[in-house]
C-alpha cells in the first residue's frame, strides 16, 4: 500500500489516512471539483499568456 508523510510528525502513513494515528494530524480532503476548477484556471492563465 502507498504511504504518505505526516507533516506534523514525520511518520509514514496510509494514503487514505485521514488522520495520522500518531499526534492527531487531520489531513485536508479537497473536493473534485475543486482540483478541476484549479486545473482550468491554470490553463486559462497560460492560455492569456500565450495569446498576449
Not at 494530524?25 to 495569446?51: D, G, H, N, R, T
Request: aromatic share 14%; glycine share 4%; with cysteine.
Amino acid at each position: 500500500m502507498d504511504k504518505k508523510e505526516c507533516p506534523g510528525c514525520a511518520v509514514e502513513v496510509d494514503t487514505d489516512a485521514e488522520v495520522c494515528p500518531i499526534c492527531g494530524y487531520e489531513f485536508p480532503s479537497q473536493p473534485l471539483s475543486f482540483k478541476i476548477a484549479a486545473w482550468m484556471m491554470i490553463i486559462l492563465l497560460l492560455l492569456y499568456w500565450v495569446v498576449f
